[in-house]
Protein backbone atom coordinates (compact mmCIF):
# COMPACT_ATOMS: atom_id res chain seq x y z
CA UNK A 1 0.00 0.00 0.00
CA UNK A 2 2.68 2.42 1.13
CA UNK A 3 4.65 1.71 -2.88
CA UNK A 4 1.36 2.29 -4.28
CA UNK A 5 0.60 5.74 -2.36
CA UNK A 6 4.03 6.88 -3.50
CA UNK A 7 3.62 5.79 -7.35
CA UNK A 8 0.12 6.45 -7.82
CA UNK A 9 -1.34 10.20 -7.50
CA UNK A 10 -4.84 9.04 -7.68
CA UNK A 11 -4.26 7.79 -4.24
CA UNK A 12 -2.35 10.68 -2.75
CA UNK A 13 -5.54 12.63 -3.77
CA UNK A 14 -7.60 10.21 -2.08
CA UNK A 15 -5.53 10.88 1.04
CA UNK A 16 -5.68 14.20 0.85
CA UNK A 17 -8.97 14.69 0.45
CA UNK A 18 -9.84 12.65 3.36
CA UNK A 19 -8.04 14.14 5.45
CA UNK A 20 -9.39 17.68 4.53
CA UNK A 21 -12.53 15.72 4.86
CA UNK A 22 -12.41 14.66 8.21
CA UNK A 23 -11.87 18.44 9.48
CA UNK A 24 -15.39 18.86 8.22
CA UNK A 25 -16.62 15.50 10.10
CA UNK A 26 -15.03 17.40 13.62
CA UNK A 27 -16.25 21.02 13.08
CA UNK A 28 -19.61 21.17 11.58
CA UNK A 29 -20.54 16.98 12.23
CA UNK A 30 -20.01 18.29 16.16
CA UNK A 31 -22.48 21.04 15.27
CA UNK A 32 -25.12 18.88 13.51
CA UNK A 33 -24.95 16.08 15.97
CA UNK A 34 -25.60 18.97 18.84
CA UNK A 35 -27.80 21.06 17.08
CA UNK A 36 -30.46 18.24 16.25
CA UNK A 37 -29.89 18.99 12.59
CA UNK A 38 -29.43 15.70 10.78
CA UNK A 39 -32.88 15.53 8.81
CA UNK A 40 -32.12 19.28 7.57
CA UNK A 41 -28.53 18.63 6.62
CA UNK A 42 -29.66 15.29 4.53
CA UNK A 43 -31.83 17.39 2.79
CA UNK A 44 -29.51 19.70 1.66
CA UNK A 45 -27.49 16.87 0.20
CA UNK A 46 -29.85 15.33 -1.86
CA UNK A 47 -30.66 18.36 -2.96
CA UNK A 48 -27.46 19.16 -4.56
CA UNK A 49 -28.17 16.16 -6.71
CA UNK A 50 -30.52 18.72 -8.88
CA UNK A 51 -27.49 20.75 -8.97
CA UNK A 52 -24.97 17.96 -10.26
CA UNK A 53 -27.68 17.23 -13.19
CA UNK A 54 -27.77 21.00 -14.25
CA UNK A 55 -23.77 21.13 -14.19
CA UNK A 56 -24.19 18.16 -16.74
CA UNK A 57 -26.98 20.13 -18.80
CA UNK A 58 -25.35 23.34 -19.12
CA UNK A 59 -21.90 22.13 -19.82
CA UNK A 60 -20.11 23.43 -16.20
CA UNK A 61 -18.46 21.56 -13.40
CA UNK A 62 -20.97 19.47 -11.69
CA UNK A 63 -19.49 20.30 -8.57
CA UNK A 64 -20.13 23.72 -8.88
CA UNK A 65 -23.45 22.87 -9.83
CA UNK A 66 -23.49 21.05 -6.79
CA UNK A 67 -22.36 23.58 -4.43
CA UNK A 68 -24.83 26.36 -6.16
CA UNK A 69 -27.58 23.88 -5.14
CA UNK A 70 -26.70 22.91 -1.36
CA UNK A 71 -26.44 26.58 -0.46
CA UNK A 72 -29.74 28.22 -2.44
CA UNK A 73 -31.34 24.86 -0.69
CA UNK A 74 -29.71 26.16 2.91
CA UNK A 75 -30.78 29.76 2.38
CA UNK A 76 -34.45 28.34 1.55
CA UNK A 77 -34.34 26.33 5.19
CA UNK A 78 -33.22 29.32 7.21
CA UNK A 79 -36.14 31.10 5.57
CA UNK A 80 -38.97 29.13 5.81
CA UNK A 81 -37.37 28.75 9.55
CA UNK A 82 -38.10 32.39 10.11
CA UNK A 83 -40.53 33.40 8.21
CA UNK A 84 -42.55 30.94 6.82
CA UNK A 85 -44.95 28.87 9.65
CA UNK A 86 -43.75 25.26 8.71
CA UNK A 87 -41.40 22.76 10.04
CA UNK A 88 -37.77 22.94 8.27
CA UNK A 89 -37.75 19.23 8.44
CA UNK A 90 -41.46 18.83 6.82
CA UNK A 91 -39.35 21.21 4.19
CA UNK A 92 -36.04 19.25 4.23
CA UNK A 93 -38.50 16.43 3.53
CA UNK A 94 -39.62 17.58 0.39
CA UNK A 95 -36.51 19.30 -1.18
CA UNK A 96 -34.87 16.23 -0.45
CA UNK A 97 -36.78 13.85 -3.29
CA UNK A 98 -36.83 17.41 -5.14
CA UNK A 99 -33.06 17.34 -5.46
CA UNK A 100 -33.03 14.02 -6.51
CA UNK A 101 -35.74 14.55 -9.24
CA UNK A 102 -34.26 17.58 -10.83
CA UNK A 103 -31.29 16.08 -11.29
CA UNK A 104 -32.46 13.10 -12.95
CA UNK A 105 -34.47 14.86 -15.18
CA UNK A 106 -31.43 17.60 -15.91
CA UNK A 107 -29.39 14.45 -16.57
CA UNK A 108 -31.81 12.59 -18.78
CA UNK A 109 -32.58 15.71 -21.45
CA UNK A 110 -28.29 16.56 -21.51
CA UNK A 111 -27.68 15.48 -24.90
CA UNK A 112 -25.38 13.02 -25.80
CA UNK A 113 -24.67 9.55 -23.96
CA UNK A 114 -25.84 10.07 -20.13
CA UNK A 115 -22.65 10.53 -17.70
CA UNK A 116 -22.13 8.18 -15.25
CA UNK A 117 -23.50 9.31 -11.46
CA UNK A 118 -22.56 6.83 -9.51
CA UNK A 119 -19.58 8.54 -8.09
CA UNK A 120 -21.78 11.55 -6.98
CA UNK A 121 -24.16 9.26 -5.07
CA UNK A 122 -22.19 6.68 -4.11
CA UNK A 123 -18.69 8.54 -3.51
CA UNK A 124 -15.62 7.30 -4.92
CA UNK A 125 -13.01 9.10 -3.18
CA UNK A 126 -10.14 7.25 -5.45
CA UNK A 127 -11.66 9.06 -8.57
CA UNK A 128 -10.91 12.19 -6.78
CA UNK A 129 -9.30 15.18 -9.30
CA UNK A 130 -6.85 18.34 -8.45
CA UNK A 131 -9.55 20.04 -9.17
CA UNK A 132 -11.90 18.77 -6.50
CA UNK A 133 -9.19 18.53 -3.65
CA UNK A 134 -8.35 22.39 -4.50
CA UNK A 135 -12.52 23.38 -4.25
CA UNK A 136 -12.82 21.12 -1.30
CA UNK A 137 -9.59 23.36 0.38
CA UNK A 138 -10.86 26.46 -0.44
CA UNK A 139 -14.11 24.95 1.43
CA UNK A 140 -12.34 23.88 4.35
CA UNK A 141 -10.75 27.27 4.94
CA UNK A 142 -14.03 28.93 4.68
CA UNK A 143 -15.58 27.16 7.10
CA UNK A 144 -12.88 27.22 9.65
CA UNK A 145 -12.54 31.17 8.99
CA UNK A 146 -16.09 31.18 9.79
CA UNK A 147 -15.91 29.45 12.74
CA UNK A 148 -12.41 29.39 14.49
CA UNK A 149 -12.43 33.13 15.10
CA UNK A 150 -16.34 33.15 16.38
CA UNK A 151 -16.23 29.87 18.73
CA UNK A 152 -17.30 31.84 21.71
CA UNK A 153 -19.91 33.64 19.71
CA UNK A 154 -20.70 29.98 18.33
CA UNK A 155 -21.11 28.33 21.99
CA UNK A 156 -23.72 31.11 23.03
CA UNK A 157 -25.29 30.53 19.84
CA UNK A 158 -25.56 26.54 20.28
CA UNK A 159 -26.15 26.40 23.91
CA UNK A 160 -27.88 29.44 25.35
CA UNK A 161 -30.06 31.74 22.71
CA UNK A 162 -30.97 33.73 25.64
CA UNK A 163 -27.41 34.52 26.75
CA UNK A 164 -26.46 35.29 23.18
CA UNK A 165 -29.69 37.24 22.38
CA UNK A 166 -28.41 39.69 25.39
CA UNK A 167 -25.13 40.04 23.77
CA UNK A 168 -26.40 41.24 20.73
CA UNK A 169 -26.21 38.20 18.62
CA UNK A 170 -29.02 37.55 16.01
CA UNK A 171 -29.99 33.89 15.99
CA UNK A 172 -31.35 34.51 12.30
CA UNK A 173 -28.38 36.04 10.49
CA UNK A 174 -26.80 32.89 12.89
CA UNK A 175 -28.64 30.18 11.60
CA UNK A 176 -28.21 31.83 7.38
CA UNK A 177 -24.69 31.36 8.39
CA UNK A 178 -24.73 27.87 9.95
CA UNK A 179 -27.13 26.73 7.17
CA UNK A 180 -24.82 27.77 4.52
CA UNK A 181 -21.52 26.13 5.79
CA UNK A 182 -23.52 22.75 5.89
CA UNK A 183 -23.89 22.95 2.78
CA UNK A 184 -20.34 23.59 2.21
CA UNK A 185 -19.58 20.59 4.15
CA UNK A 186 -21.88 18.84 2.04
CA UNK A 187 -20.12 19.24 -1.00
CA UNK A 188 -16.87 18.80 0.63
CA UNK A 189 -18.04 15.39 1.41
CA UNK A 190 -19.80 14.09 -2.33
CA UNK A 191 -16.52 13.04 -3.70
CA UNK A 192 -15.84 10.91 -0.78
CA UNK A 193 -18.78 9.16 0.43
CA UNK A 194 -21.31 10.44 -1.91
CA UNK A 195 -24.73 12.20 -1.80
CA UNK A 196 -26.51 9.40 -0.03
CA UNK A 197 -24.18 8.61 2.62
CA UNK A 198 -23.17 12.17 3.19
CA UNK A 199 -25.51 12.04 6.48
CA UNK A 200 -23.33 8.91 7.83
CA UNK A 201 -19.80 10.89 7.65
CA UNK A 202 -21.57 13.90 9.07
CA UNK A 203 -23.07 12.40 12.10
CA UNK A 204 -21.44 9.16 13.04
CA UNK A 205 -17.65 10.47 14.36
CA UNK A 206 -19.70 12.95 16.18
CA UNK A 207 -21.83 10.64 17.96
CA UNK A 208 -19.16 8.11 19.00
CA UNK A 209 -17.19 11.11 20.45
CA UNK A 210 -20.48 12.32 22.35
CA UNK A 211 -20.77 8.86 24.28
CA UNK A 212 -17.54 9.70 25.88
CA UNK A 213 -17.29 13.85 26.10
CA UNK A 214 -19.98 16.46 26.21
CA UNK A 215 -16.55 19.71 25.81
CA UNK A 216 -17.35 21.04 22.62
CA UNK A 217 -13.77 21.66 21.44
CA UNK A 218 -12.97 18.11 22.23
CA UNK A 219 -15.98 17.09 20.24
CA UNK A 220 -14.63 18.90 17.60
CA UNK A 221 -10.95 17.48 17.80
CA UNK A 222 -11.77 13.69 18.62
CA UNK A 223 -14.70 13.69 15.82
CA UNK A 224 -11.79 14.64 13.43
CA UNK A 225 -9.74 11.89 14.27
CA UNK A 226 -12.68 9.74 14.05
CA UNK A 227 -13.16 10.75 11.07
CA UNK A 228 -9.39 10.76 10.13
CA UNK A 229 -9.91 6.88 11.11
CA UNK A 230 -13.24 6.50 9.14
CA UNK A 231 -12.34 7.52 5.59
CA UNK A 232 -8.53 6.27 6.08
CA UNK A 233 -9.47 2.87 7.04
CA UNK A 234 -12.34 3.02 4.56
CA UNK A 235 -9.84 4.12 1.87
CA UNK A 236 -7.30 1.27 2.56
CA UNK A 237 -9.88 -1.28 2.67
CA UNK A 238 -11.41 -0.48 -0.35
CA UNK A 239 -8.20 -0.51 -2.28
CA UNK A 240 -7.25 -3.47 -0.80
CA UNK A 241 -10.33 -5.16 -1.77
CA UNK A 242 -10.92 -3.52 -4.86
CA UNK A 243 -14.62 -2.49 -3.20
CA UNK A 244 -16.45 0.86 -3.61
CA UNK A 245 -15.29 3.26 -1.26
CA UNK A 246 -18.00 5.22 0.10
CA UNK A 247 -19.91 2.04 1.42
CA UNK A 248 -16.46 0.43 3.23
CA UNK A 249 -16.09 4.10 4.73
CA UNK A 250 -19.37 4.07 6.08
CA UNK A 251 -19.76 0.46 7.21
CA UNK A 252 -16.15 1.25 9.19
CA UNK A 253 -18.15 3.77 10.52
CA UNK A 254 -20.58 2.07 11.80
CA UNK A 255 -18.97 -0.57 13.18
CA UNK A 256 -16.73 2.14 15.13
CA UNK A 257 -19.99 3.38 16.32
CA UNK A 258 -21.47 0.02 17.54
CA UNK A 259 -17.99 -1.03 19.20
CA UNK A 260 -17.90 2.51 20.76
CA UNK A 261 -21.48 1.99 21.98
CA UNK A 262 -20.86 -1.50 23.56
CA UNK A 263 -17.11 -0.55 25.23
CA UNK A 264 -19.09 2.40 26.86
CA UNK A 265 -22.22 0.19 28.42
CA UNK A 266 -19.63 -2.24 29.54
CA UNK A 267 -17.36 0.70 31.13
CA UNK A 268 -20.55 1.68 33.00
CA UNK A 269 -21.42 -1.78 33.94
CA UNK A 270 -17.96 -2.46 35.47
CA UNK A 271 -18.03 1.00 36.91
CA UNK A 272 -21.21 -0.20 39.12
CA UNK A 273 -19.61 -3.16 40.33
CA UNK A 274 -16.39 -1.80 41.55
CA UNK A 275 -19.18 0.84 43.65
CA UNK A 276 -21.55 -1.51 44.52
CA UNK A 277 -18.42 -3.83 45.88
CA UNK A 278 -17.46 -0.93 47.51
CA UNK A 279 -20.64 0.11 49.35
CA UNK A 280 -20.65 -3.52 50.39
CA UNK A 281 -17.24 -3.09 52.00
Not at 179 to 190: P, Q
Request: glycine share 8%; with cysteine; net charge positive.
Amino acid sequence: MLDAILKYTFLQNAILSALLASIVCGVIGTIIVEKRLVMMSGGISHASFGGVGFGYLVGIEPMIGALIAAVLSALGLAYVKHHVKSNTDTLAGIIWPLGMSLGILFVSITPGYPPALDSYLFGDILTVSKTDLWMTAILNLLILATIIPFSQTLKAYLFDREFAKLNGIRSEIADYVLYILIALSVVVLIRVVGIILVIALLTIPASIVRMFTFQFNRMMFYSAICGMVMCLGGLTLSYLLNVPSGAVIVLLGTSMYLSAAVAKRAGEKIKRNIVTKKQCK
